[in-house]
């Protein structure tokens, strides 16, 4: 789902509001681009900036400001009987099937784009990415299921259930927290708190809230992993922050424990700090790595913090 505010066009391919790009740099792609309120698809050829010819794009449809759209897009490859062609469905209506040759990927080449709202005033409610074709009269159902995107779990199941595992054919999904004026709503546990400047939301139900809606305990990593370039002389009592915060994100969560014992959290954790050569601990760290070892008494990661 899509909601444009401005859809004015920029100078060029690069500038240009863009709701998706895939790009494999030496072989090609596919990218979904604004020319004011008309929306292509195109080809891209070896080299990204190159202007499309017009064999290379097709109209996808108008869309108009301030109104939310459902897309959906498929491009099938050549087979024993059929040319490759485009086919393409607005809302639950099917506008167009268009021939068009087949984006030239290589397993050999990495991706070195894949971008989605680059440029783009607007909102993405939700983005499917499937292995394989699943038909067009698949991708209205999906609209007929879910009007606006994802709303919660219960909606994904349900969408599985009524399209027959339809989910299994998923390679990527990208469902982002909505926010309206100053509530903010977590997709996969339909709850809502107060926006916070600076600093994210605060949910009303913190017992409620399940971190896997943003990133899971690994998005905690990076910190300690940027920890390594603090001064500490200047900032000795950063890492006891973070072990606030793990004491926060671990006592009484079980799901998050589990988590955190699958991905090795401490093991990863003391590796990062031990390629540091500056001493991060005081009397205080050693008390809250204590405080934190017994909110875990009884669990399996207990012993990860020990070792």
């Not at 309120?37 to 202007?51: A, K």
């Not at 074709?133 to 969408?159: A, H």
């Not at 926010?179 to 903010?184: G, L, Q």
């Amino acid at each position: 789902m899509i909601h444009t505010i401005n859809n004015n066009g920029g100078t060029g391919i690069a500038s240009d509001p863009k709701l998706l790009t895939v790009f494999c740099h030496g072989t090609g792609g596919i990218e979904l681009y604004f020319k004011d309120s008309i929306l292509y698809y195109r080809l891209i050829g070896v080299n990204y900036n190159d202007e499309p010819s017009d064999t290379q794009k097709i109209v996808v449809g108008e869309f108009s400001c301030n109104t939310w759209y459902y897309l959906g897009i498929e491009h099938e490859p050549q087979g024993m009987l059929t040319k490759a062609h485009v086919n393409i469905v607005i809302n639950d209506e099917q506008k167009r099937s268009v021939y068009m040759d087949y984006p030239k990927f290589n397993n050999f080449f990495p991706i070195s784009k894949f971008s989605m709202g680059e440029n783009l005033v607007g909102r993405i409610s939700s983005l499917f990415l499937f292995k394989s074709s699943i038909g067009p009269s698949r991708l209205s159902e999906i609209y007929n299921f879910m009007k606006l995107g994802v709303q919660d779990d219960n909606s994904i199941r349900g969408l599985n259930t009524s399209i027959q595992r339809i989910i299994e054919k998923v390679f990527l999904m990208y469902t982002p927290i909505r926010a309206e004026s100053d509530k903010c709503f977590d997709i996969f546990s339909s709850m809502h708190g107060v926006l916070s400047p600076n600093s994210g939301f605060t949910l009303n139900n913190s017992k409620r809230f399940r971190l896997k809606a943003l990133g899971g305990i690994s998005s905690v990593l990076p910190l300690f992993y940027l920890i390594r370039f603090v001064d500490n002389q200047k900032h000795d009592g950063t890492l006891n922050e973070l072990w606030k915060l793990l004491i926060v994100l671990l006592k009484d969560q079980v799901e998050n424990q589990i988590e955190a014992q699958k991905i090795g959290l401490f093991k990863v954790i003391g590796q990062l700090l031990s390629e540091s050569k500056l001493n991060f601990f005081t009397w205080e760290s050693i008390e809250l790595l204590a405080e934190l070892r017994n909110s875990l008494n009884g669990s399996q990661l207990e012993e990860d913090v020990r070792n």
